[in-house]
């Protein structure tokens, strides 16, 4: 078992003398963590750059993978705070050499727990004498490999918990196998905001809010596209709403192999004229939005912060695939043909208060822990390397090929060869990245149009 370190500054080390400049990396490998990432970054440096002590500069990384956000995706996901020549693609190695050689001060890890863990023993293997503080955390509701995911989080100094109900759970898991669990912070999500519900007269909006991968049966998702369009038929007057996430060939957080547009496409009749496909910013959907439904889509969250009337959906079952069984006492829970009756949930205050929506006008104060926790260890001198819970010696069956995914060694150095070579004039580098640019695309035909077939053909 690894020995119980803290994560938090020891004020016996030697104060640190503050830079002029307030640097952060945050490093994200799909659109929505980008999303996360980038407004975490702005929560926690806020007051040092509202007082104007030290400015505060933000860079953005995105870790070249099969999810890697388009211009397009990282318009919509709205502004951000960070200039878009501030943005740039990295692989792994290439974001640890940036780390090493720019000096960050904080660095947020907005990536999938694999990820995170490369990330931790890439940095500890550089051995900094000033390495930056480190935060990660998840993007929405954790309702699946809480422990997987949450030991591969293990190390960073500050691990967010996006409610009180999460930041329990958190602690739970790491006290459960030993690790330090000081690490784990309690704050909210960072892009809820918005202003309050309010009904208009004439208007009559139902938004479904769709998720890339849930359901992931093609017989499901038809069956939920079959009763959104039932749904407009029957309430003609109502404008009905189908928010997507991504279009065809783009890839967000999670894989999605069946999209509602190719369906869409096969709809008896057409799709009635009250029902449209969009996309953009949640935010402004949530702005003319009456009726939020979902199975599990984090947007439920964002819904409720505004105390949008808000349904989670029961008709493929209450299931933890799904996801809608975190919704399990919160007076949401309902279906299609009660929605089509009229029925608007109410939510449950007690299961609210828990679940970090801050409904109750504390959103303000969300992330002052966190940035207090951030604060302190900036300013408590030189930090140890990160200690993460998975060591050759603790899983030696299950860390190297984790970090062989993002060619490290089992040491965090990384594997011969995995450097890129440095660039030698724009040809090469334009010629670099149009065939970086159609490996993706052929890996991404291969996710959606190759593998579901040969999926299919095996279950003949």
């Known amino acids: 078992m690894p020995p119980r370190t803290s994560s938090t500054a020891d004020p016996a080390r030697t104060p640190a003398e503050p830079r002029p400049v307030l640097r952060v990396a945050v490093l994200a490998d799909s659109d929505t963590r980008w999303k996360w990432g980038a407004l975490t970054a702005r929560r926690l440096t806020a007051e040092a750059d509202e007082r104007g002590a030290r400015p505060v500069e933000v860079s953005g990384l995105l870790l070249r993978g099969r999810a890697t956000p388009t211009p397009r995706q990282l318009a919509e996901v709205g502004e951000v705070g960070i200039e878009a020549g501030r943005v740039r693609e990295v692989t792994a190695v290439e974001f640890l050499h940036t780390v090493r050689d720019e000096g960050y001060d904080v660095v947020v890890l907005a990536l999938v727990g694999g990820g995170v863990q490369a990330m931790l023993h890439g940095l500890a293997a550089l051995n900094l004498e000033r390495r930056p503080v480190i935060v990660t955390g998840y993007v929405g509701v954790v309702y699946e490999k809480l422990a997987d995911g949450l030991l591969l989080r293990h190390g960073a100094d500050v691990v967010l918990a996006n409610s009180a109900h999460d930041a329990e759970r958190f602690r739970a898991v790491y006290e459960g196998v030993g690790a330090d669990a000081s690490a784990v912070t309690e704050a909210a999500l960072p892009f809820l905001g918005g202003a309050p519900y309010r009904a208009e007269v004439g208007r009559d909006t139902v938004v479904f809010a769709a998720q890339p991968s849930v359901p992931a049966s093609r017989a499901d998702r038809t069956y ?38 190719k369906l869409a496409q096969k709809v008896p009749g057409g799709l009635p004229p009250n029902l449209r496909l969009v996309y953009g910013h949640m935010g402004e959907v949530l702005d003319r939005t009456d009726l939020l439904v979902t199975v599990s889509s984090t947007a439920a969250l964002e819904s409720l912060h505004r105390r949008i009337p808000t349904a989670i959906l029961t008709d493929l079952g209450v299931r933890e695939p799904l996801g809608n069984h975190h919704f399990v006492g919160s007076g949401l829970l309902t279906s299609w043909d009660r929605l089509d009756g009229g029925c608007r949930p109410r939510p449950d205050g007690q299961w609210l208060a828990g679940q970090g929506v801050a409904a109750d006008g504390s959103y303000g104060t969300a992330y002052d822990t966190a940035r207090a926790k951030v604060t302190a260890l900036l300013d408590g001198g030189q930090l140890p390397p990160p200690a993460p819970y998975y060591t050759p010696a603790t899983a030696p069956g299950y860390l190297p090929g984790i970090l062989a995914r993002h060619h490290l060694a089992p040491d ?19 010629v670099r990245e149009t065939v970086r640019n159609a490996a993706r695309g052929a890996y991404r035909h291969g996710v959606q149009r190759v593998a579901p077939v040969i999926r299919r053909m095996g279950e003949l």
Do not use: C, N
């Open 224 to 261: 939920l596209l079959r009763r959104l369009v039932e749904h407009a038929r029957l309430h003609p007057r109502r404008e009905v709403l189908l928010k997507l996430r991504s279009k065809p060939g783009e890839h967000t957080t999670h894989v999605e192999e069946l999209p509602y547009q």
């Open 412 to 430: 965090g150095t990384p594997l011969p060869g995995a450097a890129a070579p440095q660039e030698t004039g724009r040809v090469r580098g334009a």
